[in-house]
């Protein structure tokens, strides 16, 4: 007799992605009667579920990636999907996305093989995470040549993994440089400069010696950024600067990109090209004959565009309202678009960050579905 196909389904997940209900019996306050033994044996059971458990999360994400869905949730990114949705820290999330971008592209023997070892404990998250961020100090290796590196770091600590890359002609992994809150206003950030670059700020420090007396690096690093984005915002965007006093729109994040909270906009605010041109709406767009148009948006145009935006990507999740708010690799985007005879009036155009705009048909096709 046939057995039904939701069993069949559910049987089949149990297999592949077993639930901790069964390990979990034990509950919290009859733990500590528990035998010794008995509590060894059921924490190493936790522990190997834990590990299933991975293997699915990274298997999870890869599809996540493949279809990018993160855009069409309002997220320039896996990485603030997963720390912002699946709340990961930002360390846990990182170890995942590289564990699974360093195998995604394997043959399904090898990708099986990697799992199977990561679910027995041969392999960690740590050991996938410092393999892959070794690679891209190296030339393209073959999935052989990775599996082979794989090998090597097995069974390892965190020092010996890192031993065992460098005898394998893996140049040091480079510390990412990063923000780390030392008070509640204030930053430390560590970085590794060339000659070069010593010689720029010391020569700026000089130049501005009237404004920064004291020869703070701190101060002439803030008046060089400072400078350096209002001449950026001017060529890029048209902005012109600030009156004095005004705060910048531009905030410094540890991942060089603003986001605003999540929020339904209002009918009062000024709308952005987003909502002012609805593919509803879109017949009422006037189609400029080839010959009167052009690509190029004049400054005033990218000004009113730039503050009308806030300086940040304007998608909107529709179903909960999330901007997506990154300020990184911002483009410009014609709502109509400009094969299809739209202009480049500041009613058709809106600022998208890079992967929003790359992946726009992508992301409208999911919204619609949805």
Not at 42 to 63: D, G, N, P
Not at 122 to 142: D, G, I, T
Not at 281 to 301: F, L, Y
Not at 334 to 345: A, I, K, L, P, T
Request: charged residues 30%; positive net charge; glycine residues 4%.
């Amino acid at each position: 007799m046939l057995k039904p196909m939701k069993d069949m389904n559910s049987q089949r997940n149990s297999i592949l992605y077993p639930t901790t209900q069964k390990l979990l019996e034990p509950e919290i306050s009859n733990l500590q009667k528990l035998g010794s033994d008995d509590l060894l044996s059921y924490t190493q059971k936790l522990a190997a579920s834990e590990r299933k458990i991975y293997a699915a999360v990274i298997e999870a994400l890869e599809e996540i990636e493949r279809r990018k869905l993160y855009l069409a949730k309002g997220y320039s990114s896996l990485f603030l999907f997963c720390t912002e949705v699946l709340r990961y820290s930002a360390g846990a999330a990182q170890r995942r996305i590289e564990s699974m971008r360093l195998i995604k592209n394997f043959p399904m023997a090898q990708k099986t093989e990697v799992k199977v070892k990561l679910q027995r404990g041969n392999l960690s998250l740590s050991h996938l995470s410092r393999v892959s961020k070794a690679l891209r100090s190296l030339p393209p290796q073959s999935c052989h040549e990775k599996m082979k590196l794989l090998s090597q770091v097995e069974n390892t600590t965190q020092r010996e993994c890192e031993r065992k890359l460098i005898e394998a002609g893996v140049p040091g992994i480079k510390k990412r440089e990063d923000f780390r809150a030392v008070s509640e206003s204030s930053y430390r950030l560590s970085v590794t400069v060339d000659e070069e670059t010593k010689e720029l700020l010391e020569k700026f420090m000089g130049l501005t010696a009237h404004q920064n007396p004291w020869a703070s690096r701190e101060k002439a690093l803030k008046i060089a950024l400072k400078l350096a984005l209002q001449e950026v915002e001017k060529r890029k965007f048209g902005v012109r600067g600030k009156k004095k006093g005004a705060e910048s729109r531009n905030m410094m994040t540890s991942k060089a990109e603003v986001r605003r909270p999540a929020r339904k906009k209002k009918a009062s605010e000024v709308v952005s090209a987003t909502e002012a041109l609805s593919p509803a709406d879109s017949k009422e767009v006037v189609v400029q004959p080839k010959s009167n148009r052009s690509r190029h948006i004049p400054r005033s145009v990218r000004a009113e565009v730039w503050e009308r935006d806030g300086g940040a990507c304007v998608f909107v999740e529709p179903d909960s309202g999330r901007a997506c708010g990154s300020s990184f690799g911002l483009e410009w985007d014609h709502v109509w678009e400009f094969s299809r005879g739209g202009d480049s009036s500041a009613s058709n155009l809106r600022l998208l960050c890079r992967r929003h705009n790359n992946g726009r048909q992508r992301w409208e096709r999911e919204s619609s579905i949805d």
